[in-house]
């Protein structure tokens, strides 16, 4: 079992950044790939970006990919997510999830609670 808390959402201007932590607690997560997804309002949640359990290997969804970056750091339990060149369609709940097989091919075992992000233009 794990728990996953987000944190880091917020309100961003067109264009601008965020970073998206997601804290982990227990002793495997660093043999878990660990996955960010997001929802917006009136829409199905939809995969953003993985990485695999070493953070040597990483996929993200083509509406992302140039402008977010996935990292982890297993010495404190913590995946994150740099988002740049916001657009308001980026906006959405953020979910944290672990995917127990280490992989980084978006699957979710357990999931956070979420964390708004909200883009004005």
């Known amino acids: 079992q794990v728990q996953l808390v987000e944190s880091g959402g917020g309100l961003v201007q067109a264009g601008g950044s965020l970073r998206l932590s997601c804290a982990a607690s227990g002793r495997t997560f660093s043999s878990y790939g660990m996955g960010w997804f997001r929802q917006a309002s009136g829409k199905e949640r939809e995969f953003v970006a993985a990485i695999n359990w070493s953070g040597g290997s990483t996929r993200y969804a083509n509406s992302v990919k140039g402008r977010f970056t996935i990292s982890r750091d297993n010495a404190k339990n913590t995946v994150y997510l740099q988002m740049n060149s916001l657009k308001p369609e980026d906006t959405a709940v953020y979910y944290c999830?672990?995917?127990?097989?280490?992989?980084?091919?978006?699957?979710?075992?357990?999931w956070g609670q979420g964390t708004q992000v909200t883009v004005s233009s």
């Open positions: 999830a672990a995917d127990t097989t280490g992989w980084d091919h978006g699957r979710a075992d357990y």
